[in-house]
């Protein structure tokens, strides 16, 4: 492994490449910690301190804590996350966007550009929501977050947010293009991975204190070890459909009649249901903290994370959403219809009707056992927090996100090493970890 760390250097094209990435992932970092006008950062971060659990938190975590500092960034990705989300469930309804996903490239630029819009669309909608909610927030000594309200303050962070978001999004698109790995993720990953130091930083003080034993940070870390492990196992695994090609005779040549698997994986919606699940149920929390009324506390407080209705109203949307987002990224129909055109078939299943019915049979199945899967991994670290008061954030989304990108980033590495015949990361093809497609 480390041989093939080393023959990174030697192909001119990747060292560029990395180097670009890391460059500008830095930028991004710096940009965190650029603060937005007309704000009182110290209040801020004191009603941050307890909107822990709330979606406020959740956003913080994405954009790496440029949400606590309201910093240029403040944003970060989620308008473009959410933005791209909106695009891809519509190409389901709208039929113009359905016939640009079947045009190949020039219908993904196309989209490409309506996700731009509606990023720029929803950032000015979010930003005008932040600064009019930051002039009705005070901390709780009673000092008021906003120093100058007014509409010109609404304005100024409404473009100096969307200006980040645009900057951030352009940021992610030349990573992809001109960089390694998946820009947008990258950036999701530099965010919550840049917060651990911090956060191991308070461990070790709590456990100099005395306020933690020994004992529970080396159980914590086994189990992040465990689960980490757990994750990388089930995210490169796949139900493998077999698929045999009738042979056909095209002058004196005969071509076909090999055989070939159509691999499912067992999790194809990736972190978007936890994502969206957490930003659901979290939503009326975070109003009902704002409300000084008694049973909206109540509510707020049943809806915590590690309260026994969050986790279960958690578990079922994640449910839902796996089948559901699986259903708009994967039509068994089309596949069916293309195995069918190509001189395709599944042993014992007729082509056509019977393979797409074969082929959804076989895709609920495994997307139960993924959403399962994705369940306990968000549900677990809940637990922890709660009922045995772990002093750092460790989240089931966060840790999907991490190992996820992860696994993608070292595929495009040693794909790049691969075919210029150097040595990759793991010997032997078996053991080279394949990407997410």
């Known amino acids: 492994m480390i041989g093939g760390f080393a023959n990174i250097f030697k192909i001119p094209e990747l060292k560029r490449r990395i180097l670009f990435t890391l460059a500008l992932l830095i930028v991004y ?63 389901v309804v709208v039929p113009h966007l359905e016939q640009l996903k079947k045009e ?9 550009q309506y996700t731009r819009y509606g990023t720029v669309v929803l950032s000015i909608i979010q930003g005008l929501g932040i600064a009019v909610g930051l002039e009705t927030m ?18 100024m962070t409404v473009i100096t947010l969307t200006a980040g978001t ?7 698109e030349q990573i992809t293009e001109r960089g390694i790995g998946n820009g947008i993720s990258l950036i999701i990953f530099t965010g919550i991975v840049c917060r651990m130091p911090v956060a191991i930083g308070r461990t070790f003080q709590l456990l100099s204190t005395g306020e933690i034993s020994i004992f529970l940070v080396i159980v914590l870390i086994v189990m992040m070890v465990a689960v980490v492990g757990v994750i990388i196992f089930v995210e490169q695994g796949q139900r493998r459909i077999s698929v045999q090609y009738a042979k056909r005779v095209v002058g004196r040549r005969m071509y076909g009649g090999q055989s070939t698997h159509l691999p499912l994986k067992i999790n194809s919606a990736g972190v978007i249901p936890p994502i969206f699940a957490s930003s659901i149920i979290m939503f009326p929390a975070t109003i009902a903290s704002f409300i000084n009324v008694p049973w909206m506390k109540t509510i707020a407080d049943a809806l915590m994370p590690g309260q026994v209705l969050y986790e279960l109203i958690f578990v079922g949307f994640i449910i ?8 708009v990224t994967f039509n068994p129909t089309d596949v069916a219809d293309n195995m069918k055109k190509a001189g395709g078939f599944i042993p014992g299943i007729r082509p056509g009707r019977r393979t797409a019915e074969h082929i959804d049979r076989v895709l609920s199945r495994i997307t139960l056992g993924g959403a399962l899967y994705v369940s306990v991994i968000c549900v677990l670290p809940s637990i922890l927090i709660s009922q045995f008061n772990v002093p750092f954030y460790f989240g089931g989304t966060a840790l999907l996100i991490v190992v996820g990108v992860a696994i993608d980033t070292i595929s495009q590495i040693e794909s790049h090493m691969l075919t210029r015949h150097y040595e990759g990361f793991l010997k032997g093809g078996a053991g080279r970890i394949r990407g997410r497609h």
């Open 29 to 91: 970092r710096v940009g965190v910690q650029v603060p937005t006008p007309g704000v009182d950062s110290t209040a801020l971060a004191s009603i941050f301190a307890a909107a822990k659990g709330t979606l406020l938190g959740l956003v913080d975590m994405f954009s790496g804590g440029a949400l606590e500092r309201l910093s240029v960034f403040a944003l970060g990705i989620m308008p473009y996350i959410s933005a791209s989300i909106i695009l891809q469930l519509l190409t």
């Open 104 to 112: 190949g490239e020039a219908g993904r630029k196309k989209i490409t």
């Open 138 to 155: 005070t901390a709780p000594g009673g000092a008021a977050v906003v120093l100058a309200p007014g509409w010109g303050f609404r304005l």
């Open 166 to 172: 645009a900057f951030i999004m352009w940021l992610g």
């Open 320 to 327: 839902f959403f796996c089948y559901f987002y699986t259903a």
